[in-house]
Structure formats: structure tokens, C-alpha cells
T-cell receptor, first 113, second 112 residues
Framework: ETGVTQSPTHLIKTRGQQVTLRCSSQ?????VSWYQQALGQGPQFIFQ???????GRGNFPPRFSGLQFPNYSSELNVNALELDDSALYLC????????????FGPGTRLTVT | DQQVKQNSPSLSVQEGRISILNCDYT??????FLWYKKYPAEGPTFLIS?????DKNEDGRFTVFLNKSAKHLSLHIVPSQPGDSAVYFC???????????FGQGTRLTINP
């Protein structure tokens, strides 16, 4: 059984640029959630995708957007990067929406300079 | 508004002794609670969970206790082992909600 994978591992971008992060969900899981973890904090929910549709969103501005593909992999896109967007971005998959237990990937460390 | 709080940023315990990690929450509608463990450069790993209809759940060396009246849960690790050294997050969820609400984490260090 393949776990959740994310790419890239690390990324450095300049303020104002755009970034795309990628996630492959665990085999058999059709729901993907994205979280932002700032230094010294717990993960914060960005949004969730189920069957290629956004299925819940946290308190993040519209410049954070996502996609889910038919194979259940997912992308997180962030436009007009700000310095405060520097964080670890975590992808989590679950067997179906409404499942409490989510399984996390290793994350992508984004640094905005 | 921090709905889930872990007030101890760090905890140091001797190997073989009991580790107790605490978590408080404010939203009485939360109906499911989870503990995750995180090593450096890895994502959080699910450890153990408890439904709000229970007050205790046990899995090997790990036991989670839930006190709904106090809005408090705790994770007990007995006996503590060096491999338990990690950051522990508690998380809570609402039925039908998509998100997990996490605490800030507690760094547990097990000393030989």
C-alpha cells in the first residue's frame, strides 16, 4: 500500500510569485485535504477535495486554490505569494469524505523571500 | 480563536516512566479526537483516537482519556521509550466536518 506522497520537498519563491504543490493520495483514498503548518504551530486546514470538487474550506483567502484529478491526486496553488505564506504545506488523504482519520504526507517546505 | 490548546510546549520524561500529554478544547460540539505524532522531516502519523461517546481508548502502550465535562483529553504512554521522542498533536473534529482542528503540539523528549 502506497502512502501519501508530496512534491517538491522544498521550494523557495519570491514574494508575488505563484507556486503549485502536488500530492498523491494513499491508494484507495478519494478525499484529499490540505493544511498549512507555520513554525511552532499546529496544522491549519486550508480546504478539502472530494470527487474533484472543493468540499470545505478554512479561513484562507481565494489566492489559495486547488484541484483534484480523476486519480485522486491533488494540487495546491498559491498566487501572489506573501512572506507569511512561508510554512510547511501538508496533504492528507482519507478513505472518504467524513472520515475522521486522515493520513498525512511528509509535506512541502515553502520559503517566500 | 484557538479551539484546541496544548499548553505545554515541551515535556521531558525518563525512559520507562509514564508520559502524559494534555489537551484542552473549547467547542463542546467536537465529537471525535485524535492524537498524531510527528518526527522531523515527516508528516504527522496517526496514533490513536477516541469518540466523544467513550471516555477511554487503549492501544498497546498508548491510552487516551476524554473528560467531556472538563473539555480535556490526555494521552498516556507507558512505558515511555526513546523512539517516542517526537512532537505530539491533538486534533478534534465535528461530525460531518471536513477539517481537523489541531493544537499547537507538545515536544516529548524521552531521556535514557
Amino acid at each position: 500500500e502506497t502512502g501519501v506522497t508530496q512534491s517538491p520537498t522544498h521550494l523557495i519563491k519570491t514574494r508575488g510569485q505563484q507556486v503549485t504543490l502536488r500530492c498523491s493520495s494513499q491508494s484507495g483514498h478519494n478525499t484529499v485535504s490540505w493544511y498549512q503548518q507555520a513554525l511552532g504551530q499546529g496544522p491549519q486546514f486550508i480546504f478539502q477535495y472530494y470527487r474533484e470538487e472543493e468540499n470545505g474550506r478554512g479561513n484562507f483567502p481565494p489566492r489559495f486554490s486547488g484541484l483534484q484529478f480523476p486519480n485522486y491526486s491533488s494540487e495546491l496553488n498559491v498566487n501572489a505569494l506573501e512572506l507569511d505564506d512561508s510554512a510547511l504545506y501538508l496533504c492528507a488523504s482519507s478513505l472518504m469524505t467524513g472520515d475522521y482519520e486522515q493520513y498525512f504526507g511528509p509535506g512541502t517546505r515553502l520559503t517566500v523571500t | 480563536d484557538q479551539q484546541v490548546k496544548q499548553n505545554s510546549p515541551s515535556l521531558s520524561v525518563q525512559e520507562g516512566r509514564i508520559s502524559i500529554l494534555n489537551c484542552d478544547y473549547t467547542n463542546s460540539m467536537f465529537d471525535y479526537f485524535l492524537w498524531y505524532k510527528k518526527y522531523p522531516a515527516e508528516g504527522p502519523t496517526f496514533l490513536i483516537s477516541i469518540s466523544s461517546i467513550k471516555d477511554k481508548n487503549e492501544d498497546g502502550r498508548f491510552t487516551v482519556f476524554l473528560n467531556k465535562s472538563a473539555k480535556h483529553l490526555s494521552l498516556h504512554i507507558v512505558p515511555s521509550q526513546p523512539g517516542d521522542s517526537a512532537v505530539y498533536f491533538c486534533a478534534a473534529s465535528l461530525q460531518g466536518a471536513q477539517k481537523l482542528v489541531f493544537g499547537q503540539g507538545t515536544r516529548l523528549t524521552i531521556n535514557p
